[in-house]
């Protein structure tokens, strides 16, 4: 009897279930009945004129800052007039009726039309930026009569510094579809809608080279919230208080440059191409990065014209290209100390030993020859540094051997990729035979040797490795590297090439330099004076061929820069460190084309050591202040 | 007669009559009429994701990745339909402790996603635990009350074991924290228990204790957030632009569409994106919207047709266990689509909860199809003995 005691009772609660799941099911049905047919009209409505909305609101991108503290990166207000589809109805119409207001080219209106057909309905697209006053106030007049049609003041990403800092900073755009699939890589679903949605609107960039792209998280901040009230149209009639929403603006990023010195280096040059390297020795803070001519980040910002950047694209003197970081040049004469330091640590030659230099130099079959007419004499390692002498480093790198040469180049940081927490820059070229076959397929001959010992053939540097080197040599081996995130993301010195440089040798080496520049048969005598009244400069002056001198050529003479095409002149190089006497700046310079190291760009590196010399300030850098602050804020700077 | 789990029936068993059943006897069974019905929620969800990721270009692979896991939770579906009870029954306190050790390691090492921590990651495999566990507990019951609910034993006792086979997991779930679905977990288990015999004077009891601990529970346990949800259910217009947001929108879409609705991917508020979470969470406002009530109550009452067809279903099973894991799995649904409706129509406090089938979201449909193989096991098994 037991068991249909428990079978009755189970049918009883599965009766009364059935009637709890009715009741249940009876209500959300009820609820529905009055949501969507007694109350519908009231909830349409509602729809109607429902215009509380939650925007995003995009954050203020963080600024970049100089060594001191100077804005390199900033912000501007400027007025925009943007259009939405959903609300114009016939856009084309509408734009036709602005273009009788503010300047409208042709080509703007049919972009703007393509953009606008790509866009969900919703989304605004950007009529015009940066409106003159005029143009603001006449369109905030009409703007009422023209529906769909915003007039708004919009923050934009402005580079106060103009080119100074072109290649250094990068630039931000609007982000495209592939910068959306990277910035959006590895996010959840959820976050990645909320990247998507954000970059849609009309104020967000983000950094597509520089520093702009590389500390893009770090500067872009938190995106935040706005609450507004739009009337039945769409247009924003009111804001409503909501600070508790509102984004986290992005963080500052402080380079190590002085834009004062960046200034003067890029003044320096004039109408020169070239590049040039400023290290503080102390710290290995890069002090100036100039690579010239260079374009203006600014014009990128709102997108550049097609046009415009086939020119940047055509110029010859190549103003996309960034020389110091991403460009590589035969070291030429410069690298003959790292061939010297070669030597004496492979114990090859005594400092004092004389080689004679009768401007020829006979290995195998072929000969090499000096650049100086009836050549040097005897001479020995200083008297060869100071006066450049090629053929007594063919001879003292036929004695050295290529893998010990690049062995000893490597030390000094060649053939290495400097990481400075920002896009490009390349490791440039250190051959051995191992390279060749790599490269060639083919084995190393002793007497290419020859030629990287005067920093020739295979052998490329950037200006930048050029300037570590200078460095290293100037502090007597000790270990440096380069710094140019003084506070951010990738925060230097990035990576540290640790081998140590003998002291001595390196004393030996500059006293070489300071004979380029301060004594009787240097090369580079004429700059030697910093024109402060005291202070001299230590250098090595290098000269880059371009082309290939033929033996046809050599017999009729060697022609003079002016009897040859600008393209196929040879670029001048210059290394030094001042003040001679107590190191503390170290600069590299490179006029491309511009023929001699020692006429061309010995001058420039003289003027901008001095200008560094005559504005210490003794000011520590801001990002030295602020560090302690930084390291106590846990706060990240991602989205 | 000696009677172990097994209730007793009057119609003839082919089972018993022609001995174990073939796979082919099997397929012969399944109740097309409810596959049908699941099919075609599938589709209609799949339709309605279409509808409201339309406007977001970007979005635009979800209703195809939707229907391709349907497609895929659906044959994992039938390959469960064909296991017989008893290896049901055998993996049910295996199912439950591995279950309960992953909830256990989302206590310890899970990874957040929207605030909540409730997603567990072994190697290759991301998923919700809380997810499984729904599952596991609908068998560790059924298969505990198969053990030791004896004919006599309709006393007290025999549930206390039950009870916390319920609510250890759910305290689990609570911490993550995930309100919704220990909601889900706890009701469908005391449903299980309900089914099962437990006193009506406990019951009345355990109710007014409830009833009594409600507000302690309000004031002390739920989360500032969670409670501002429960309070714009009572007063939303108080704050509509915070925790109201959501909620008053989803009203706003629902009742705006009427009688008949504004027609396939025409919602305003839908296409808008007024409605935040509204491929997952909040899909039913979409639907409402584009297909007014008539749509919105076809749904409603197709899903209630499948979850009296489980319940049918259950009480046709000839064994206690396949009777219990049957209401177990049929009530959690009921759960899910009751709390989803109820929280986007304004009755209930917005929880995560989804609307299975329709809603976006892959662990959800493997639990929804897995506990539907179940049901479809208990019903082609039903006249198979377990001892």
Redesign the interface.
């Known amino acids: 009897m037991?068991?249909r005691d428990?079978?009755l009772?189970?049918s009883r609660?599965?009766m009364m279930?059935?009637g709890a799941?009715g009741i249940?099911?009876g209500?959300?049905?009820a609820?529905?009945?009055q949501?969507?047919?007694l109350?519908?009209e009231?909830?349409?409505s509602?729809?109607?004129e429902?215009r509380?909305?939650?925007e995003l609101a995009p954050p203020r991108r963080g600024r970049i800052l100089d060594r001191f503290g100077a804005e390199l990166a900033s912000h501007r207000s400027a007025g925009r007039v943007t259009v939405t589809r959903e609300r114009a109805g016939d856009v084309g119409a509408v734009l036709s009726r602005i273009s009788d207001l503010i300047d409208l080219s042709p080509e703007r209106r049919d972009r703007i039309l393509r953009d606008v057909a790509r866009q969900?309905s919703?989304v605004p697209a950007v009529v015009a930026n940066e409106l003159t006053y005029e143009d603001f106030a006449r369109m905030n007049i009409h703007a009422a009569s023209l529906p769909g049609v915003e007039v708004e003041m919009a923050s934009t990403r402005s580079y106060p510094r103009g080119r100074d800092f072109a290649h250094v900073l990068g630039y931000v755009a609007r982000a495209s579809e592939r910068d959306?699939q990277r910035l959006t890589e590895g996010a959840?679903l959820?976050e990645?809608?909320l990247v998507?949605r954000l970059f849609k609107h009309p104020d967000m960039r983000t950094g597509r080279s520089g520093i702009e792209y590389t500390a893009e998280e770090w500067l872009r901040g938190t995106v935040g919230r706005r609450?507004v009230v739009t009337n039945a149209a769409g247009r924003i009639i009111e804001e409503?208080p909501?600070d508790d929403l509102a984004p986290t603006p992005g963080r500052d990023v402080s380079v190590t440059i002085d834009a004062d010195l960046q200034r003067a280096a890029i003044e320096r040059f004039q109408d020169e191409s070239g590049a040039a390297v400023v290290l503080d020795i102390d710290s290995g803070d890069i002090l100036a990065l100039v690579s010239t001519p260079a374009y203006d980040p600014n014009d990128f910002v709102n997108g550049i014209s097609q046009a415009d950047y086939d020119v940047l694209r055509a110029n010859d003197r190549s103003p996309l290209y960034h020389k110091a970081y991403d460009g590589l040049y035969p070291p030429g004469s410069t690298f003959k100390m790292v061939t010297a330091t070669a030597a004496l640590e492979a114990g090859v030659i005594d400092p004092n030993e004389r080689i004679t230099c009768n401007q020829q130099y006979w290995f195998g079959n072929r000969t090499w020859h000096c650049w100086k007419d009836g050549g040097h004499g005897p001479v020995n390692m200083h008297e060869a540094i100071k006066g450049s002498c090629d053929v007594y480093f063919y001879e003292v790198a036929r004695r050295v051997g290529i893998e010990r040469l690049a062995e000893t180049s490597r030390k000094f940081g060649f053939g290495h990729r400097w990481d400075l927490g920002m896009t490009g820059g390349r490791s440039g070229v250190v051959p051995n035979d191992a390279w060749k076959r790599a490269t060639f397929g083919e084995q190393w001959y002793e007497g290419e040797t020859l030629n990287i010992g005067i920093g020739q053939g295979y052998l490329n540097s950037s200006p930048l490795h050029l300037a570590v080197m200078c460095a290293r040599i100037a502090a007597e081996g000790r270990v440096i590297a380069p710094n140019l995130v003084g506070d951010g993301p990738n925060r230097g010195p990035r990576d540290i090439v640790d081998a140590p440089l003998d002291a001595e040798m390196m004393q030996r080496m500059k006293a070489g330099m300071f004979g380029v520049t301060s004594e009787w048969g240097g090369t580079a005598r004429s700059s030697g004076d910093l024109g402060l009244g005291g202070p001299r400069l230590a250098g090595k002056t290098g000269t880059a061929q371009v082309r290939r001198i033929t033996a046809a050529e050599r017999r009729s003479g060697v022609l003079k820069g002016d009897q040859i095409d600008r393209k196929l002149r040879d670029h001048a190089l210059f290394v030094a460190y001042a003040p001679a006497d107590n190191p503390k700046y170290a600069a590299a310079v490179v006029v491309e084309h511009g023929e001699g190291g020692s006429r061309a760009a010995a001058p420039v590196a003289r003027d901008i050591l001095a200008h560094a010399i005559r504005n210490e300030s003794g000011r520590t850098p801001t990002y030295q202040r602020s560090a302690s602050n930084a390291a106590a804020s846990t706060s990240r700077g991602a989205l | 007669m000696t009677w172990s789990g097994e209730i007793r029936t009057s119609a003839p068993s082919r089972a018993r009559r022609f001995g174990r059943q073939t796979n082919f006897d099997k397929i012969g069974r399944i109740p097309w009429g409810l596959i049908a019905l699941i099919t075609g929620l599938a589709l209609f969800g799949t339709a309605m994701l279409y509808s409201s990721t339309i406007t977001n270009p970007e979005n635009t692979g979800l209703p195809s990745k939707h229907f391709v896991r349907f497609l895929a939770a659906f044959v994992l579906m039938m390959v469960l339909a064909l296991v017989p009870l008893r290896v049901w029954l055998a993996a049910a306190l295996p199912a439950y402790i591995v279950s309960f050790i992953l909830l256990l390691g989302v206590e310890f090492f899970g990874s957040s996603g929207g605030g909540a921590e409730r997603w567990l990651e072994i190697g290759p495999f991301r998923g919700q635990p809380s997810e499984l566990m729904k599952l596991s507990l609908t068998l560790a019951l059924a298969a505990y009350y198969q053990r030791y609910l004896k004919e006599a034993s309709g006393g007290l006792l025999v549930h206390i074991p039950a009870l916390f086979l319920i609510f250890a997991p759910a305290l689990l779930i609570l911490r993550q924290p995930d309100l919704g679905t220990a909601l889900t977990v706890i009701a469908s288990g005391l449903v299980v228990v309900y089914f099962a015999g437990l006193f009506w004077r406990v019951i009345i009891a355990g109710g007014i204790a409830g009833i009594i601990g409600a507000p302690f529970a309000y004031f002390y346990v739920l989360k500032d957030y969670q409670r501002a949800r429960v309070e714009t259910l009572w007063n939303p217009s108080a704050d509509p632009l915070g925790a109201g947001y959501q909620s008053e929108q989803a009203k706003i879409a629902i009742g705006s569409g009427g009688w008949d609705g504004k027609g396939f991917t025409q919602g305003t508020q839908s296409q808008l994106d007024f409605i935040p979470e509204q491929h997952t969470d909040f899909i039913f406002t979409v639907l409402a919207e584009e297909f007014g009530f008539l749509g919105s109550a076809a749904v409603l009452l197709v899903w209630g047709a499948v979850i009296v067809w489980g319940f049918v279903i259950a009480m046709r099973s000839h064994t206690r266990f396949g009777r219990f894991a049957a209401i177990g799995a049929v009530s959690t649904i009921a759960f899910y689509v009751a709390f989803n409706i109820g929280m986007v129509a304004g009755l209930l406090p917005v929880v995560g909860i989804p609307l299975p089938l329709i809603s976006f979201g892959g662990t959800a449909m493997l639990t929804v199809m897995a506990g539907f193989g179940l049901i479809l096991s208990v019903h082609i098994h039903r006249e198979s003995k377990l001892l």
């Open positions: 037991k068991i428990l079978e009772e189970f609660r599965t279930a059935a799941g249940v099911w209500g959300l049905l609820r529905l009945f949501l969507q047919v109350e519908s009231r909830y349409a509602l729809a109607a429902n509380v909305k939650l969900p919703f959306l959840s959820t990645r809608e998507r609450r409503l909501s």
